[in-house]
């Protein structure tokens, strides 16, 4: 079975300042996908990052950056310097190899204040 | 190029309705996915396609859901009499491959009255 939990449901930040968004997955396979889609007001699931087991570099776009690690099953999001665009429901979702479907976190709700 | 699109974007019906649900993936993309996301239950896997097969359905809730893709493409959801704990937003989504990450649509909002 592979479990997916995001602990903070709702998340306020003043804008300009820095967010991290945690991600704790549980699997019995040793290969596997972690993702993180952004969902915004619009309601669209928009891919943020893939992540396959393999690949424990951090990973850093622009103000994103992604904190893979396995010792501790976790997968955290960090925005730098928030913006009110980045206010979204954000999930974490994970995939097995050889089973297609994604498993999804319960989402954290970010609201950036402006 | 184009994204994943679905029809119609808002449903109103009435229980005991029967509903379809459209989804056009992404062109050249041979996987699709349907996913349904409600309050009570977050976001739930419902079925996938290879091609016009489906190796999993693992996700429909009961007999009343069924799907169908028809020349590797254009997929279509139904609900047969719909019960108003169908309500919720059904997403679809597309890969090019196996394995590959998987592209939303803008979703269905069904709403059962």
Same mark, same amino acid.
């Given at each position: 079975?592979? +479990? ?11 804008? +300009?300042? $820095? ?35 393999? $690949? ?13 690690? +396995? ?29 297609? +479907? ?13 | 190029?184009?994204? /994943?699109?679905?029809?119609?974007? %808002? ?7 029967? /509903?379809?649900?459209? &989804? ?12 349904? @996301? ?13 091609? %016009? ?30 019960? @108003?704990?169908?309500?919720? /937003?059904?997403? &679809? ?21």
């Amino acid at each position: 079975a592979q +479990k997916v939990t995001q602990a903070q449901t709702e998340i306020s930040v003043v804008e +300009k300042e $820095d967010v991290t968004l945690d991600c704790v997955y549980e699997t019995r396979d040793t290969t596997y996908y972690l993702f993180w889609y952004k969902q915004p007001p619009s309601g669209e699931l928009v891919f943020l990052i893939r992540r396959n087991s393999f $690949d424990e570099q951090n990973e850093i776009s622009g103000r994103y950056s992604w904190n893979f690690q +396995k010792s501790t099953s976790s997968f955290n999001f960090t925005i730098t310097a928030s913006q009110v665009v980045d206010s979204a429901v954000y999930f974490c979702a994970l995939s097995n190899f050889g089973n297609e +479907k994604l498993t999804f976190g319960t989402g954290t709700r970010l609201t950036i204040i402006p | 190029g184009a994204g /994943v699109s679905q029809s119609p974007s %808002n449903k109103v019906t009435e229980k005991g309705k029967d /509903v379809e649900l459209r &989804c056009d993936p992404i062109s050249g993309h041979t996987a699709l996915y349907w996913y349904r @996301q409600s309050l009570g239950q977050g976001l739930e896997f419902l079925i996938y396609f290879q091609g %016009n097969s489906a190796p999993d359905k693992s996700g429909l809730p009961s007999d009343r859901f069924s799907a169908e893709r028809t020349g590797g493409s254009v997929s279509t959801l139904t609900i047969q009499r719909t019960q @108003q704990e169908d309500s919720a /937003v059904y997403l &679809c989504a597309s890969t090019r491959g196996s394995q590959e990450t998987q592209y939303f649509g803008p979703g269905t909002r069904l709403l059962v009255l």
